[in-house]
């Protein structure tokens, strides 16, 4: 098993920053690949990042691509969503996940943290 818990989360205006964290516990944290999620009222859970077990690879969703960066620290057993440039259209409950593999596929994470509120005022 694997432990995810995310913070960070809070109300930021659109051009703002926002910083999310992700701590694990339970198995070793090096062994999985960490993804963020996020999911809008009304709206399925849509892919945001992942990186790689190593932090040699990273993926975006275009949407977040060049102003979002996922990060990892493996002695913290940590991930990190560092968000610049934040939109009103950002606002959703961020969530990170873990599976063995990099993937960009909800229903293939294995765990789940409980979310953390983002919201972007216009």
């Known amino acids: 098993q694997v432990q995810l818990v995310e913070s960070g989360g809070g109300l930021v205006q659109a051009g703002g920053s926002l910083r999310l964290s992700c701590a694990a516990s339970?198995?070793?944290?090096?062994?999985?690949?960490m993804g963020w999620f996020r999911q809008a009222p009304g709206k399925e859970r849509e892919f945001v990042a992942v990186?790689?077990?190593?932090?040699?690879?990273?993926y975006y969703a275009d949407s977040v691509k060049g102003r979002f960066t996922i990060s990892r620290d493996n002695a913290k057993n940590t991930v990190y969503l560092q968000m610049d440039s934040l939109k009103p259209e950002d606002t959703a409950v961020y969530y990170c996940?873990?599976?063995?593999?990099?993937?960009?596929?909800?229903?293939?994470?294995?765990?789940w943290g409980q979310g953390t509120q983002v919201t972007v005022s216009s």
């Open positions: 990186i790689s077990w190593s932090g040699g690879n990273t």
């Open positions: 996940a873990a599976r063995r593999s990099t993937s960009t596929r909800v229903r293939e994470y294995d765990y």
């Open positions: 339970g198995r070793t944290f090096s062994n999985y690949a």
